[in-house]
């Protein structure tokens, strides 16, 4: 059986365990990364549209050339690269942990001290949603169509109704129509689309594709190949509205409904998990509750922007490259309009100063204030103009004046002004 | 007063424009109405132990059927094929009769219209091998299951598919209830069924982590299990195969020719087969094929059925190691829910099913699924376990359940046409009963074949059927052993369930092969995890495509359809 030994184990080499691994191993650890597919770059293989890398390089790379940039340094680092392997199981060892794994050599095992997850994140099914009806083809993920287009290129649909406005709903709904399919319209359940503004104008106003907003489908028609989808319009609370049923004919329903955190490694650890990230809880180093054990990028919260998932990649590896101290965790508290905090615990033993962290708003917000305090000492404060629900916001907050008597709280709150 | 005229009167007081009448020893209602409802109705106050059965010819007003679902294959292949019992339907009846069959050297077909076996009922159901307590005596459900239930251990070692005996639970929520289960103890003794053992509140947590502050006591029946129904049609289908049996995919019986009561022809989509004796395994369309053969002595009346599967993380606040659980309902808590049975399983594969409802329908084949079912599904068990909620949901289905108005098993010889055989009526426990009624089914049709012929054993048969291997149950030593040897177990293709390349070639190069994404999904649960395929099935065209030498605009998800509209030739 194949043995391995490391100081960090990196599962997952998309953009996240990219820049966990070269992170690691620019401070000098031993690093061994673990890709399931036969090649490095995770989803980003796919993503052939441009917009990649504005924030950390300034640049407008495509997917594939914005995760070589990682993949040119990994190759020539020190790093054990294992593509095709698959882990199949995690425990927790009296130094570290054990990753049991097979791949085409046969099955095996790595020794980690540290495990940084970088596991992504899945897509929501039509199934998730409670779209009723029959059963039949031409139902699919935007990413699985994606694929199918970008990788292979195999066309699954020539007429498309797109539900769900996420940006890769909106980049499909382009890439559909270039490829030279019809695309009916992108419908999206809320009132104000899911994906970034820019996407919007880009992908749909550019090529005339009508976005349907406050609308969803609630039904697909057709024995063996989709024939076509119900649609209904949805009230202020994303109730369907009766008797506002509308039948369009397509041969394919593509969903873009959301993101879910891959998590089911961590639930071999018994790693506990947000309710409202749907990922692990993390400190501000992307460390879970469990010593030693990290998640990072999507696996952890579902990020709009993939400079911040290589961002937080780059955190972890970097701490988990140094010995890890007994950590003391301040767990704040949130309060007003937040959806999620990241991270959800504070370790205050660390040296830090400047730490990121990353929230979003419950709902649309024209001027806000984000607020961190200790007690009723004011930490942190910010005004922030249009927040949303669809846009991740980051801060920095300093972190160096908290300490383990510290109460933290942090508060988002509308700002009403005449 | 004769005895049609007791029950043309019993019906004419409520629906007086229904014609009943008498015909060929059955009763036979015309007539139109309104409400499916009535029609039921109707049909139910017909059933009487003196006739053989009951023919609801009732129109429904306004409703025509839609047309039975073809196969788009016409061609004249197994024209002038000649066979000794041609099995119709390959749900799990119709495969382990077949299967059965073989143990006898003689000629048999199954046709199945779908392009898989375990399409219909097979599939859509909960998989649960009951224990059949609640079953009135003398009825052949109670009858078949009895003899069935104690089979199933040999019967998965033999056929290799997946079977769990971890007893089923029934929970009450009224002490007024301990009566009723005190004389289901008692029958469970006296007839031998089952153990049968009361539970208090602190045994049922074991079982239900968050157990409903209403739930009383509740009773477990070690006797209670369950398999994976569609694997184990699969399994039959294979082994009828391995033995000799052809099955004809895509294939569905138009028509028959009947001469002086034998059935000479069977008329196909691709061509006219000659059998000596039919089996009548049809699931809901039974009662077409009696029809077809001249000889309908019985109506199926369709009955909806909605199940859901959970996430297999959602098991842990679920359900821990009990086969079923379901609630004993008040009559007045039954009408809330809109349902009688049904209840939460734990799979063979871990996961979590909730379910069936059950609603009368007109319609044979609609397996579309509604939101009406999945609420009614989702608050009735949250009677059981209160923290279970939308959000655990990764997939639904909707099966059809084929019920007659005397709600019995019809497992007979053929009334004016001599070479048939009915098995009709299949409904729950039709799938625990099903390893009996094939035996005595086979059994019957080779006593009509004796007319024609003299039947022998079948010296080569063999009952063990190896299905594929699920190498992520291994231990990770055998793991290796098996990739040195077969590096394709070694790459895994689908990441939820952990499935390999070899794992999935193994199922296309199964004795009967279904080169479908469904198919594979079917048979060895290659996208069958929360990401329902999201990322292997575009890796699976990929092994299909390789090793059936298929184009990628030729596969397909379930038979007749196309996953892939057309192919950038650069």
Sequence with gaps: MQQFNTDILVIGSGPAGL????????QGATVIIVERERSLGGILKQCIHDG????????????????????????HSSATILLSTFVTSIVKSEHGFIAEFVNRQGAGNIRANKIIFATGCRERTSKQILIQGTNPSGVMTAGTAQHYINLQGLMPTKRCVILGSGDIGLIMARRLTL????VVGVYEIKATPSGLTRNVVQCLNDYGIPLYLSHTVTRVFGADRLTAVEICRVDEHMKVIPDTAEIIECDALILSVGLIPET?????LSLPIDKNTSGAIVDQHFMTLMDNCYSVGNATHVNDLVDYVSQSGEIAGKHASCSCQPRFFVRPKLNGELAYFIPQVIDVSSSDKDIVCYFRSKRDIKRAVITVKDKDKIVYTKRLNNVKPTEMQR???????????????????????? | MTRIDRIAKKINRVYPHIVVSEKDGCVRLTGEMDRWDDVLSAGKMAVSGHFFGVLNDIKLAGFTQPPIKRPVLDDDRYDGAVCDVLVIGGGVIGCSIARELTRYNIKVILVEKQSDVATMQSARNDGAIHVGIDLPNKTKKLHYLARSNCMYEQLSAQLDFPFTRHGQYVLSTSWWHLPIMLALKVKAMRQKITNLQFMGRRKLAGVVPNLSKNVKFGILMDKGGCVCPYGMTIAYADNAVQNGAKILLNTIVTGMDVTDGVIIGVHTNRGIIKPRVVVNAAGVY?????????????????RRGTNLILDRQSKSHIINDAGSISMYLSRKLRQRVHSKGGGILQTVDDNVLVGPDSVETPYREDHSTTIESINAVMSKHALTSPTMSNRDIINYFTGVRSATYEEDFVIEYGKKTTNIVHVAGIQSPGLSAAPAIAIDVSKMAVVILTKYRIVLANNKFNPVRKGVTNISKLSIQERDELIRINPN??????????????????????????????????????????????FCQPLIMDIIKEDRGLPYDRISKKGEDRVILSVNKE
């Design chain 1, 19 to 26: 820049s966990a691994a070269n992170s690691a191993i620019s």
């Design chain 1, 52 to 75: 990649f890398g504005l924030v950390r390089y300034g640049q407008k790379l495509t997917g594939p050339e914005y995760a070589q940039r990682d993949i040119d340094v990994l190759i």
């Design chain 1, 179 to 182: 490829e030279g399919a019809k």
């Design chain 1, 264 to 268: 089911e490694m961590h639930n071999q």
């Design chain 1, 395 to 418: 801060i920095l907050v300093d972190i160096s004046k908290l300490d383990n008597t510290s109460i933290v709280s942090v508060e988002l709150e509308e700002i009403c002004e005449n």
């Design chain 2, 286 to 302: 039974a009662d077409v094929i009696a029809e077809y053969a001249q000889d309908r002595f019985y109506t199926i009346h369709p």
């Design chain 2, 489 to 534: 177990y070694g790459e895994i293709v689908c990441r939820c369930e952990g499935i390999s390349k070899g794992e999935i070639l193994d199922a296309l190069h199964l004795p009967l092969c279904v080169p479908t994404l469904d198919g594979i999904k079917r048979r060895v649960r290659a996208g069958m995890g929360r990401c329902q395929g999201a």
